[in-house]
């Protein structure tokens, strides 16, 4: 089926060739990108998105279009949704990026966007069956700055785990800062729960600040489940009764196994219950 994307407000083939190169999100990874999750015939948590992507746009000192609002890119993302034929869920990817011009130093700070948009067979958020298997990536750590909480383009300590993992046979790989704290995953925050307790890394410890770790806290803290945001170890993750993952598209993946521990799925259960009730309800 063809495929269509957003090209700064333009619809186009999504095989269409749309970056030059000179485009610094090619050469210096000098983007920022949301990855949104559509359901329920609308983006979800879409204001929460834009607020993460807006606050690394100005921490990478990039202009703010005026025009870049919820409804413009609700707007966009539906119109976008409706011609590649999502008629329930979908992934949408969101990607800002600097403008062309100069080489470290860019001669604008102006932007332009690219909008994708792939349909998905599940409706709703539904957990993982079978629990993922999931143990440290020790190659390179993640340094704690400003930068560490944004969707930044330039993503290579996320793509050299990834590879970890394949070379592995895990589902995921978990990534330490430069103290060895655990922060998160390739993709995701990470939960750990101990007598139904929540504990999950700080964003200051160099996590990225996800929308669905959020989501999550509220959901937790709404129905009187305490969650405490502490540096995590090897050792809270070894104690735990569960583990937990979380992004924008999945919701929420339960592990089943780091190193020659077991864990168990009873709060990831409830909390995607709660997760699916919350996004299902239909808007004001």
Not at 25 to 48: H, K, V
Not at 120 to 130: R, T
Not at 244 to 256: A, C, D, E, K, P
Request: with cysteine.
């Amino acid at each position: 089926m063809q495929q269509y994307i957003n090209n700064n407000g333009k619809i186009v083939s999504a095989e269409e060739p749309v970056v030059k190169a000179s485009n610094r999100s090619f050469r210096y990874g000098d983007a920022l990108f949301e990855t949104i999750r559509f359901t329920y015939n609308r983006p979800q948590f879409l204001a929460e998105h834009l607020n993460r992507l807006f606050k690394g746009m100005k921490i990478l000192k990039m202009e703010v279009n005026a025009s870049f609002t919820v409804e413009f890119f609700e707007k966009a993302i539906l119109e976008l949704a409706q011609k590649n034929s999502i008629t329930t869920d979908g992934r949408v990817r969101l990607t800002v990026y600097r403008n062309e011009g100069g080489f470290y130093a860019p001669d604008t700070n102006s932007v332009s966007y690219i909008i994708e948009a792939s349909p998905m067979e599940d409706v709703g958020y539904v957990l993982n069956e079978k629990g993922y298997t999931v143990d440290l990536f020790n190659d390179f750590k993640k340094q704690q700055n400003t930068l560490s909480s944004i969707k930044s383009a330039n993503s290579l300590v996320y793509v050299l785990a990834g590879i970890a993992k394949h070379e592995l046979q895990l589902d995921d790989c978990i990534i330490q800062n430069d103290k060895n704290h655990i922060i998160e995953t390739i993709s995701s925050n990470i939960f750990a729960v101990k007598n139904g307790v929540l504990y999950t890394p700080p964003v200051a410890e160099g996590c990225v600040d996800g929308v669905m770790r959020k989501k999550v806290i509220e959901i937790a803290t709404t129905n009187k489940i305490a969650v405490y945001e502490i540096a995590v170890m090897q050792n809270v993750l070894l104690a735990a009764d569960e583990l937990f993952l979380t992004n924008s598209f999945s919701g929420i993946r339960w592990v089943v196994a780091y190193k020659q521990k077991r864990y168990f799925n009873n709060t990831s259960k409830k909390l995607i219950e709660k997760l699916n009730e919350l996004t299902s309800t239909p808007l004001e």
